[in-house]
């Protein structure tokens, strides 16, 4: 079973940037959905942004657009969010997804361990 490894979190002033990589431990078909989600205590997880690897096809939550990027390397073996103008509001745990793509993406079914993201004002 391919898991997903996350990277990159911690803690950073607001206005600041940070990335977060993620890097499946084995093969992954392509394309594939690949999303980002965070989380706070007491609260659901909610979809950041999302992209279908391979294509200009993107999503990004109204309150991180023009903010947050997400990409891939050239291999298409690790993904990216970069966080720019981080809020205090970003504050969270953020996981990285993948799901299968069948024209469509399918249920999100391999999950990140979530790196904590911390933003102080």
């Known amino acids: 079973q391919v898991q997903l490894v996350e990277s990159g979190g911690g803690s950073v002033q607001a206005g600041g940037s940070m990335r977060l990589s993620c890097t499946p431990s084995?093969?992954?078909?392509?394309?594939?959905?690949m999303g980002w989600f965070r989380q706070t205590p007491g609260k659901e997880r909610e979809p950041v942004a999302s992209?279908?690897?391979?294509?200009?096809?993107?999503f990004y939550v109204d309150s991180v657009k023009g903010r947050f990027t997400v990409s891939q390397d050239n291999a298409g073996k690790s993904f990216f969010l970069q966080m720019s103008s981080l809020k205090p509001e970003d504050t969270a745990m953020y996981y990285c997804?993948?799901?299968?793509?069948?024209?469509?993406?399918?249920?999100?079914?391999?999950w990140g361990q979530g790196t904590q993201v911390t933003v102080s004002s």
């Open positions: 997804a993948a799901a299968d793509w069948r024209g469509y993406c399918s249920e999100y079914n391999k």
């Open positions: 084995g093969f992954i078909w392509h394309p594939v959905c």
């Open positions: 992209f279908l690897t391979g294509s200009l096809s993107t």
